[in-house]
């Protein structure tokens, strides 16, 4: 749920979103990873379940896969499984941390990304602080002239801090510069290796105000050359649009398409399937991958999860309701996470 | 830990460059006579109005040299002396007075 759904429409149309996240294998170890990805991981989730799982969601409504990880380019079926997203007329996204955008590896993905989204963290110092790697900046910068090469559409993903909003213009500059189509404001989730090394530098209302407010005259000055999202959502909407936020869709049967009950749908890397965000409640997970197909959990949510789930959606909506009066943008997500909790 | 994002984003958007306002205070000292000279902003300084009474053949050295500094200025230029000029008022306007 973002602020400028209506500008998103422009890459992604409307989108019923499933994340999956098929490795936590990293080259790096950011220090805001929401799931302490690093190289010593290796989980991954085998391609067979992942097909049966694509085949499923179509089933089911959704119509976009987008592959986060861990990073995604180290997941060695990448490409076997784009192509299967695509063949079930699926639209396809990955985000990566722009360190492994060599030719070779750009190469394999022409034809099988309609978007790739690419962190970029603030000026080079802070962005190589954020990912704890002397030398990502300059990674990611030649990265980038491979992509812009590629003819792959690519964003920027900036996450927001608490100490960071005064970067954004020139990331913003740098976006348009590189030949960027996005850029998206994520707030910091401080979950993960973030709750450990990051503990409060998740951006309050004030920063999530002002962000929201320089997205509107990074917007003005660039126009069209750049989509900018913010995935706040503001406090005027939350009261005006409660529908939008707490529709408990019960004008929908039990065999309505899950998608138009619940989006996004994220697989984490050890095969739970969990609504909305990674590393939502397990309480709220819908199932693992390797105990039952999607179709099978579908089922069961539909007839099970689905008030528990609606609420949470309302709890979520009062307490963000509640604090409007003192920020004027909320983090949705955030607070369904809160509210699950 | 340290100033917030916006904070910093703030004091880049409106502080005032202090060399250049040295470099505004020696000009209007050097061409003419400063009646008034009122900064604005704390902690730092983010606007100024003065008021500079610059000997009539010098207004236009001097506005040249304005134009040099990389602030965002507003001036009124006001004739002084009857029948004869001998003066001219530079009413001028930095950073957050700057309307």
């Given at each position: ?7 998103c429409?422009t890459l992604t ?6 994340q999956v996240?098929p490795t936590?294998?990293c080259n790096l170890?950011c ?33 976009v896969m987008g592959l986060s990880g861990g990073e995604p380019l180290l997941y060695p079926h990448i490409g076997e499984l784009l192509d299967?997203a695509r063949?079930?007329?699926?639209r396809t996204t990955a985000t990566t941390n722009g360190t492994l955008l060599t030719e070779e590896r750009v190469a394999e993905l022409v034809g099988r990304l309609d978007l790739l989204a690419v962190s970029c963290d603030g000026v080079p110092?802070s962005h190589d602080?954020m990912r704890?790697s002397?030398g990502a900046f300059a990674k990611l910068d030649t990265g980038l002239e491979v992509l812009r090469d590629s003819g792959i559409p690519y964003g920027l993903i900036f996450t ?8 954004l213009?020139w990331v913003a500059e740098f976006a348009v510069r590189k030949g960027a189509r996005l850029l998206q404001i994520h ?31 990074i917007?003005?000055?660039f126009?069209s050359d750049l989509v900018v999202q ?112 | ?99």
């Open positions: 749920m973002t602020t400028n759904d209506e500008q429409v149309g409307h989108s019923r979103i499933v996240h936590r294998r170890m220090r805001h990873c929401y799931s302490k990805s690093g190289p010593k991981e290796r989980d991954v989730l085998e391609l067979p379940l992942l097909r049966t799982f694509l085949r499923d969601a179509r089933a089911e409504g959704y119509d299967d063949a079930r007329g699926m110092d602080r704890a002397p927001l801090t608490q100490h960071n909003l005064d970067e213009p707030p910091l989730e401080e979950t993960g290796r973030a709750e450990e090394v990051l503990e409060g530098q998740r951006p309050d209302g004030t920063e999530g105000g002002y962000a929201f407010l320089l997205a509107h005259e917007r003005k000055r126009g913010v995935d706040l959502v503001a406090s005027r909407h939350l009261r005006e649009q409660s529908e939008r936020f707490v529709g408990s869709h019960a004008e929908l049967h039990d065999d309505a398409p899950l998608a138009e009950l619940l989006e996004p749908l994220i697989v984490e890397p050890d095969g739970a399937v969990v609504p909305f965000q990674y590393g939502f409640p397990r309480a709220h997970a819908l199932g693992n991958l390797r105990r039952a197909p999607l179709a099978q959990m579908a089922v069961h949510w539909k007839l099970k999860g689905r008030d528990a789930l609606a609420a949470v959606r309302r709890r979520a909506h009062r307490g963000a309701l509640a604090s409007s009066d003192e920020t004027p943008v909320s983090n949705w997500y955030e607070a369904m996470r809160r509210a699950a909790s | 830990m340290g100033k917030s994002g916006s904070e910093k984003l703030f004091t880049k958007a409106f502080t005032l460059d202090n060399a250049q306002l040295e470099k505004v205070a020696h000009m209007s000292a050097e061409y003419g006579e400063i009646k008034r000279w009122c900064p604005y902003g704390q902690p730092s300084i983010d606007g100024l109005c003065a008021k500079v009474i610059v000997n009539p053949k010098a207004v236009g050295r001097f506005i040249d040299d304005l134009l040099l500094t990389e602030l965002e200025w507003d001036i009124g230029v006001f004739p002084l002396g009857k029948p004869g000029l001998d003066g001219v008022l530079v009413d001028m306007q930095f950073g957050a007075t700057h309307h």
